[in-house]
């Protein structure tokens, strides 16, 4: 299901349960107070994606949702990996743990937008990135910042 946020913002896929941007978005206060991971990812330094998987492990340990956990990794993963692969800049890691949930953004300084498509069987193993990250998250979305974009998603606190 995709959904627009008010006001014409990114467009929001996942579930059914999706909210908008607005919805899925903490407030600021909320935001500076909960804990927070911020990391600045070397261009085409793919020994950045298993750093980035620990430093959030580590940001996760108290969440008290390792199922959740899990699959926080796995999309945190393949966003760095895109933003790495896909762009011939650095990039910036921001995960952020509130009484919501989680929310993870990868920020890269290329405006072009990434697209989910259905790999095909020439593909191997790549492009199924963004088909995870839409059929596991909660809410995504892309969003135009500054010269480049940010790819976030959310993990509610309260799902199973």
């Known amino acids: 299901m995709k959904r627009r946020a008010r006001g014409g913002g ?3 896929i996942g579930a059914s349960s999706a909210k908008t941007a607005e919805e899925a978005t ?8 909960a804990p927070q991971l911020r990391r600045r990812l070397g261009r085409a330094d793919l020994r950045a994606v298993p750093e980035a998987r620990r430093a959030l492990r580590e940001l996760l340990r108290h969440w008290g949702r390792p199922g959740r956990s899990e699959i926080a ?16 800049r650095d990039a910036v890691l921001t995960a952020t ?4 949930g989680l929310h993870v953004e990868v920020r890269d300084f290329v405006g072009r937008r990434p697209r989910p498509h259905a790999p095909s069987d020439d593909d191997g193993t790549h492009g199924r990135g963004l088909i995870l990250v839409q059929s596991l998250a909660d809410a995504w979305g892309v969003r135009a910042h500054g010269v480049g ?9 309260d799902a199973a």
Not at 97 to 100: A, K, T
Request: without cysteine; glycine residues 2%; hydrophobic residues 40%.
């Open 97 to 100: 743990v509130s009484s919501r």
């Open 73 to 88: 990794e796995l999309l945190t993963s393949e966003l760095v990996t895109n933003a790495l692969i896909h762009t011939d």
């Open 149 to 157: 974009k940010a790819v976030w998603f959310d993990l509610g606190a």
């Open 10 to 12: 990114p467009v929001v």
């Open 26 to 33: 903490d407030t600021p206060t909320d935001r500076s107070a």
